[in-house]
Nanobody
Framework: QVQLVESGGGLVQAGGSLRLSCAAS????????MGWFRQAPGKEREFVAA????????DYANSVKGRFTISRNDAKNTVYLQMNSLKPEDTAVYYC???????????????????WGQGTQVTVSS
């Protein structure tokens, strides 16, 4: 079993920054790609960013490219999402997830991830 716990969400003004963290416990995630997804009220969960098992090959949704950065620290069993130049449309619950494939590349479909955190709320005011 893998447990994922997100933190770092909160309320921020447009143009501000937040850094989300996702700490893993149980079986380690070091050999698996990790992803961030978000879900706004009344909308479907959408892909935000993902990073492959080795820490390279990050992938981003077009809506966050150039503003968000995903990274991982396997020594700390933690994956991060640095969010800069935040916009009101970034408001959502953010989830981290572990890809289901051993040593796979970053993928964008939520069905390809098998472990999920409980989510952390990010609210961006205008």
């Amino acid at each position: 079993q893998v447990q994922l716990v997100e933190s770092g969400g909160g309320l921020v003004q447009a143009g501000g920054s937040l850094r989300l963290s996702c700490a893993a416990s149980g079986r380690t995630f070091s050999n698996y790609a990790m992803g961030w997804f978000r879900q706004a009220p009344g909308k479907e969960r959408e892909f935000v960013a993902a990073i492959d098992w080795s820490g390279g090959l990050p992938d981003y949704a077009n809506s966050v490219k150039g503003r968000f950065t995903i990274s991982r620290n396997d020594a700390k069993n933690t994956v991060y999402l640095q969010m800069n130049s935040l916009k009101p449309e970034d408001t959502a619950v953010y989830y981290c997830a572990r890809d289901s494939v051993f040593r796979g590349g970053p993928r964008i479909r939520s069905r390809e991830y098998d472990y999920w955190g409980q989510g952390t709320q990010v609210t961006v005011s205008s």
